[in-house]
Structure formats: C-alpha cells, structure tokens
C-alpha cells in the first residue's frame, strides 16, 4: 500500500510545511509528530494516515506484509520447513505457551498475527472512525473520498478482527479509541459469537460505505470485505468451533453454542455464492475450467503449470481471479523479498521455507490418480531405484515424472529447471537445474562422489541450503535474481479459487441437495489446473476430496494453519521431518532415498490446546481478568 500512498504523504508533509510557515515563530508545538487535530484537519492527511493502517495490518516492519514473510506461516505445518527459525513454531514443538510463543511473538516474521500489533493497528482504524464525520469536504470528490475511508477503515478492522479470532477466540471488542484514563480493569474478552457478530456488522459497513467500482487496485473493495466474510464464516462453521474439542464444547470463548453448526455453514455457503453470483464484481479462475485432455501431453502440463504460476507472479494489473492482495513496487513500498528468502542457495539465496516429502507426495500425478511412492517396490515407502534402462521405459520410474501441474508450479526438486546460475558458478551446472543430489563416480576415482551445488554441502554457499532435498518455487519470480533485487509480484490474499473451494466445501457438510454443488465448485478448481473432476455420492469421501484439494490448490499460501486446525487433523499430518536423497551414479542409476537417518525438524502435535494460541503473558499482566485460552 505504500506505493498508492505515495504522493498524498508527500500532500500531507507539505500542507504540515506551509501551515509551520504560517505559525509564529514563537510557537512551540511539536513538528517531528502528527496531531489529532493536524490529521482530522484535513482529508488528504486522513487518507494518508489510513495507508500506514495498511501497511501495519498485524505489523510494523519492513520485512513483507500479511503472509509474504520470511518466514512463512505454512512452515507452521505439514506443508513447509523453516530451516533458519524452526523451533520458533511452538505449536509443532509442544512448547507453546503464554510465556513461549515463537513466530506469534516475533515482529519481524509473525507480526501480523501478533496479539499486540493486531490491537495497535485497530486503534489506529478506531481513531479514523471516530475522527473522521467532521474532516472538512470542499468538494464533491473529497466528500465520496471520505465515505471510501470509512469503508475501508472498517474492512481493515475486520480483518484485524477475524484474525484474532481464528487465532486465539474470541477477542476483546472496542469500536471506539482507548483514552488514557480509560479503566482497563473493565476489558474483557467476548465469546466466539458475539466476536464473529462484531465482524460481520463491521464487513456490511464496509459495504455500504464503498463504491461498486472504480476503486484503485490495493485499496479494499466490496468484493475483498464479501471475500473475508466467507473465509471467517467458513471458520466459524468449522469442526473446532463446534463442539470438536468435547471437553471444551461449552467454553464460549472457543465455542459456538450447541446447534448452531448447520446455520453457520448455510451462511458460508451463501456467502461464497454471492461472489461467485456477481453480486460484489465479475471474477473467474484464470484459465481453462473445461474438462482437461486425457491423457495430458508435456506441453499440456507445462502449459496447465505456467496458468497456475501466473496467478502468484503478477507485477501489473492483477487478473480475473485476484480479489485483493498487496502490490511490492521494486522501490518506496512495501517489502518481498521472496526469491532470496526462499531460492535455492546454489544462486546465493537463503534456501527458506522448504517443502516436506510428506507434503510432495500429496500432489497427484498428471491423470489425477494418487501418487503412489512403493508403486514399484510394494511397502517399501523409503526407497525408490531405476536402473537407465528403467527410466527409459517408464520415465515415471523418477518420482519428479508424470505429475500434476501444479507440483511443477510449487515445487523446485532435483532436476528442476530453474534461472540461469550467477558467474561463480559458471560450469558447475550448464543446464540451469536445481541440483539437491549427489553425483557418484566410477569405483576407484579419488573423489568419489561430489554434493549437488544446491545441497548444505554446495560450492557456492552451504549454511543456506534446503534441508528436505526441495525449495519452494511458488512465490518466487523466475526474472528477479534474489541475490541482488527485491521481488515485485504481488501476495494474493483473496482470490476466487479461494471463493469456490469455501462455497464447495460448505455444500459438502451440509450434505444433501447441496452436495453435487460442492463437488461440481471444487472440479471447477480441479479442471483449470489440468486435472479431471472428481465423481462421488459419498458424504465423507467429498470432504476428504475438498482437504486434498484445499492442499494442494493453496499450497504454501497459509490456509493450510488455519484448515489443520479448524478440521482437528493436525495430529494425523504432524510428523518429523526428514530429508530426500537422490543419488545419481554414472552408469545411470538412480536412487532416491527418504532418509530416516536425517531428521531435519523433530515435531509434534501432542495436546488439543495448540490448536489455539495462548494470549501474551505480558498480555494478561496488563489486564489479569482477561480469561486465557484453555491448557494454558
């Protein structure tokens, strides 16, 4: 948002210069601060100060914003591995706590989901709301400008909002600014629904005070607040809220009151359908939602594949399928620096946030069958081997063959093409690919094997290197060399694929007639990224199909904490993590080694209170009658 607040900030600087110009010279106000009164002064300066709200949505750093951070949110899960911060993830650890709260507590890479900072910045939305009926309007524009405020300042709020409640419950309400003399011994926290009550109220304000159109790209829109709504509803209506956790069934700060589970999926249903029906804009999936080809060609793949990596790689003006996002301009804005975060360290990047094997073999292969590891060695799950005479019969035999597109989008494995290497490391690999195994010589040679240059035994770099045998490719740029440049593609918050898959699965629980809609949404998603439609009556073999696709369609993207979650599943998908071994040998054979013997992060998920976050100590030090989550 920094880059649309641009020149209204450097408006306000000089309206504060020409007013200073104006003042006695004897007057003492303070000139390195804004005031109350200088603000609600004037429109251009609220407008302004409605950009930071943006910027500081659960945060304020310079180290990305929302979701894109160094350290991504799905390295809190069965997705991705954090190899420079991994024990900051508590909750995989059992060591999370109100005094142990890791990635929840650290500005810099979680600070948007930080109690605090979400708190900071609604009193910042809170003093626009209460400040701005009296700002001054000359003009026809500055008047419409100010209703947009509103809206957005109410948008920004319930998102700030909806995530305190998906993260810790329900939160403590307060719709108007915090005075210093206020009496905070009265603060408390409300239940789950009366939270959830607060959100919407504040979702339909932002509807009402917005426009239809014309809104300039990163500012909220009706469709981003009707986006939110069905995301926190889909949330709300979920298996934790509803009386999943028994022994804390009746717990209203967790709990929604017994029955309340069909209504609520009925208004995530109708939600989504109220985007996908036009009602807030036209959006689509990018793409082709025909029935794929079958059985798809390599080019079908690679084409089906580049459709899906479009969507995370946009720089301009965002497609049919973005709903609302945050825009990295390469100077003056907001920070990503995703390909040195997360690019292979063969290229000098930092090798962050690696795929686990767990999470790559859950991509299907190219004709929508279910990737199946001991497919030729029947139970054995650790080890594949193809002879060269093998992998020319069946090119599959290599676990990296054959699979859906969107694996080739997402994953940068052994043998991956990827950018062209930087000049150290001119000839140590001339195609271009991602090298994460080991190359055996003939017995006898006094070197006998050497490290590929993107493993933590690499030429170029070595403290850097992935640590699961992949790097993440999804949020990278293939034209932004990370070594020397920031990214400029956008993060997507909202998108329409999200819209469908919450619409699906809505339909799913609530079963019946809605079913079939469920399913005929979720192939929708299935077809644009190559794969063909799922078919099935069965109530229970849907939903598995909408986790599976909710998996791999927002792979990487954060959904993945907060779905684990809400379903109760985290401790069937928690496990160590341990590395992939490829190694290649001259006379062309190739093993492919799931190696037990080197356990990259050791997790666990052992107790039901993880499933939310603790408030802060300090928190509940300033406020003791708050009531802290159950377990803690």
């Known amino acids: 948002m920094k880059k649309i607040f641009l020149n209204i900030t450097a408006i306000a600087l000089l309206l504060l210069s020409l007013a200073a110009c104006k003042e006695n010279v004897l007057d003492k106000s303070a000139v390195d601060t804004y005031s109350e009164k ?26 990305g914003i929302l979701g894109m951070r160094e350290d991504l949110l799905a390295s809190g899960t069965d997705q991705l591995l954090c190899i420079h911060r991994p024990a900051n993830y508590d909750m995989l650890k059992g060591t999370l706590s109100p005094d142990r709260l890791g990635v929840f507590a650290d500005d810099d890479k979680g600070g948007y989901l930080r109690w605090n900072n979400l708190y900071k910045n609604i009193q910042d939305v809170n003093r626009i709301l209460a400040g701005i009926d009296p700002v001054p309007t000359t003009t026809i524009p500055q008047e419409a400008l100010k209703k947009q405020i509103k809206g957005e300042a109410y948008f920004i709020r319930a998102y700030d909002y909806s995530t305190l409640m998906m993260v810790y419950g329900g939160a403590v309400l307060k719709d108007t600014p915090y005075k210093l003399d206020e009496d905070y011994s009265t603060l408390k926290r409300s239940t789950i629904k009366e939270t959830l009550d607060f959100i919407l109220k504040d979702i339909q304000s932002c509807i009402d005070n917005l426009p239809a159109s014309g809104i300039e790209q990163g500012r909220a829109t009706q469709a981003a607040a009707a986006a939110l709504k069905s995301r926190v509803l889909l949330f709300c209506a979920s298996k934790l809220t509803n009386g999943g956790w028994t022994e804390q069934a009746g717990n209203t700060l967790i709990s929604f009151p017994a029955g309340s589970q069909t209504d609520l999926l009925t208004q995530a249903r109708d939600a989504a359908k109220d985007v996908m029906d036009g009602k807030y804009g036209t959006f689509s999936l990018v793409g082709t939602t025909s029935e794929p080809p079958s059985p798809l060609t390599a080019a079908d793949v690679q084409k089906y594949a ?36 997360c690019g292979p360290n063969g290229y000098h990047n930092w090798g962050n946030n690696d795929p686990t094997e767990a999470s790559v073999r859950r991509f299907e292969m190219a004709d929508g069958t279910k990737f199946q590891w001991d497919k030729y060695t029947p139970g054995d799950n650790d080890l594949r081997t193809a002879t060269a005479a093998e992998l020319a019969a069946d090119p599959n035999r290599n676990p990296y063959n054959g699979r859906e ?18 000049s150290d490391a001119a000839g140590l690999e001339p195609d271009n690919k991602v090298q994460t195994g080991y190359y055996f010589h003939a017995v006898g040679d006094a070197v006998p094997y050497k490290s590929g240059i993107d493993t933590r035994q690499g030429l170029i770099e070595a403290w850097n290197g992935q640590k699961t045998g992949y790097n993440i490719r999804k949020l990278l740029d293939p034209a932004t060399v990370g070594q020397y440049y920031a990214n400029t593609n956008s993060w997507v918050e909202f998108r329409y694929a999200e819209i469908l898959m919450n619409y699906a699965e809505a339909c799913i629980e609530l079963g019946g007639a809605d079913l079939q809609n469920g399913i005929a949404a979720m192939n929708l998603v299935r077809n644009r990224a190559g794969l063909p439609g799922r078919v099935t009556t069965d109530q229970a073999a849907a939903r598995q199909f909408v986790h599976d696709e909710r998996n791999i369609e927002f792979f990487a993207e954060g959904h993945r904490f907060y779905d684990i979650r809400r379903w109760m599943i985290a401790e069937q998908v928690i496990e160590n993590i341990y590395s992939m071994r490829v190694e290649h040998y001259d006379n062309g054979f190739t093993k492919w080694i799931y190696n037990k013997a080197d ?21 509940m030090n300033k406020a003791p009658q708050l009531v802290q989550n159950p377990g803690y």
């Open 599 to 619: 356990k990259a992060d050791e997790r666990m998920f052992n107790d039901k209170k993880f499933y939310w976050v603790p408030i802060a100590r300090e928190e």
């Open 38 to 63: 200088v603000v609600f002064a004037d429109i251009n300066i609220v407008n302004a100060y409605l950009g930071k709200c943006y910027d500081r949505m659960g945060g304020d750093v310079n180290n």
């Open 405 to 422: 597109p969107r694996f080739y989008a997402c994953v940068l494995y052994d043998g991956a093409p990827w950018q062209q290497r930087p």
């Open 306 to 341: 580049d459709n899906y990596f479009s969507i995370f790689n946009q720089k301009g003006a965002w497609n049919s399928e973005t709903i609302w996002g945050i825009q990295f301009p390469l100077t003056g804005g907001n920070n990503n620096q995703a390909n040195i975060w």
